[in-house]
């Protein structure tokens, strides 16, 4: 946060925080530069190892798990295979449902 006439050389804020991320490099990245927002400066830091999924990946990986939740439900003799997939899809859907709720 700069005060008074610190606002006149937000280069400085910006080294102190470039400094602070290169200290950090060997437990976060640096996720975004220092960014000016009105009297605040700020950079945001993500622990190494934790990189989110990109959305398309995410979605290409629960169709796989759908195809062979079905797959591998085996189905009685005399039954129809019908039913082994609405469970699995529920299942995935309360899943996904889930780990949704648990990253907002």
Not at 18 to 47: F, H, V
Request: glycine residues 6%.
């Amino acid at each position: 946060m700069f005060r008074g006439r610190e606002i006149t050389h937000p280069e400085l804020g910006w080294k102190v925080l470039q400094k602070m991320a290169e200290t950090l490099k060997e437990s976060g990245t640096l996720e975004r530069q220092p960014l000016m927002e009105g009297r605040r400066m700020d950079i945001i830091l993500a622990p190494i190892g934790t990189k989110p999924k990109p959305k398309a990946e995410a979605k290409t990986e629960n169709k796989t798990e759908v195809k062979t939740a079905v797959k591998a439900a085996p189905a009685k003799a005399g039954e129809s295979a019908a039913p082994a997939k609405a469970a699995a899809v529920k299942t995935l859907e309360k899943e996904t449902q889930n780990a949704k709720t648990q990253n907002a």
